[in-house]
C-alpha cells in the first residue's frame, strides 16, 4: 500500500488555501494518483482522463498558481519531490517488506519444528518405580537432602485411607463386633474413634 502525504506547511500554503474546492480536490487526487502510479509526481497528456476529477482546465489553474509546471507532453507537481517518496524509495520499501515477511516466515517455521520436537519428547512416559522408602530410585537419594526431614514425614501417624463405598474402620468394627482397637471395648462399636476424628 502507498501513501501520499499531506504535509503541514501545506495547510498554511496561501497557493493551496486559495483553491476553489473543485481544483483543490483535483490537485490533490492528482498527487495521489502519481504516489499510486509512481510516475515521479509526472502526469502525461494522455494520462490525465485517469485522475479521478481532474481536469485540463484545472491543470491549467493549477499552473497559474505554481501548483504545477508543464514539461513537454506532462504535467509535473510542484514540491512532490521534497514531500513525497520516489519510485526507488518505493521499491526499496517493498524489497525490505518482502524480506521482513520472509524472515519472519522462516522464523515461526523454526519455532513451529521446535515445538513439534518438545511435543515428541512429551509423548514419552518415564518408568518409576516406587519403593518402601518413598524413594524413585533406590540408593539414588539426592545429595544434599535432609534425611531428618524424610525421618520425620515418615514417623508420621498418617488417617486411615480407604477407597470410597468401603466401610470405615468404625463401621468395620462394628459389623465384626470385635474388640474396639481404640478402646478395647466390645460394646463401643467404633464410637471411640468416630470421635476421635
Do not use: Y
Amino acid at each position: 500500500m502507498t501513501d501520499a502525504r499531506f504535509p503541514e506547511r501545506w495547510l498554511n500554503d496561501r497557493r493551496i488555501m486559495r483553491l476553489p474546492a473543485e481544483v483543490f480536490r483535483g490537485w490533490w487526487l492528482a498527487t495521489v494518483w502519481t504516489v499510486a502510479n509512481r510516475t515521479e509526481g509526472r502526469i502525461e497528456d494522455g494520462d490525465v482522463d485517469l485522475v479521478p476529477g481532474l481536469t485540463p482546465a484545472m491543470l491549467e489553474h493549477l499552473e497559474g498558481v505554481d501548483l504545477v509546471t508543464r514539461d513537454g507532453h506532462a504535467w509535473c507537481l510542484c514540491d512532490w519531490e521534497g514531500v513525497q517518496s520516489s519510485r526507488e524509495q518505493l521499491e526499496a520499501l517493498e524489497r525490505k517488506k518482502r524480506g521482513d515477511r520472509e524472515r519472519q516466515r522462516r522464523k515461526r517455521e523454526r519455532e513451529r519444528e521446535a515445538e513439534a520436537s518438545r511435543d515428541g519428547s512429551r509423548d514419552v512416559t518415564r518408568d518409576v518405580h516406587a519403593t518402601d522408602s518413598g524413594q524413585d530410585r533406590p540408593g539414588q537419594a539426592r545429595t544434599g537432602e535432609d534425611k531428618s526431614a524424610q525421618n520425620e514425614v515418615d514417623s508420621v501417624q498418617w488417617p486411615e485411607v480407604r477407597k470410597p463405598g468401603s466401610p470405615s474402620r468404625a463401621e468395620a468394627v462394628a459389623d465384626a463386633a470385635e474388640e474396639c482397637p481404640e478402646c478395647g471395648s466390645e460394646d463401643c462399636a467404633g464410637e471411640c474413634l468416630d470421635e476421635i476424628r
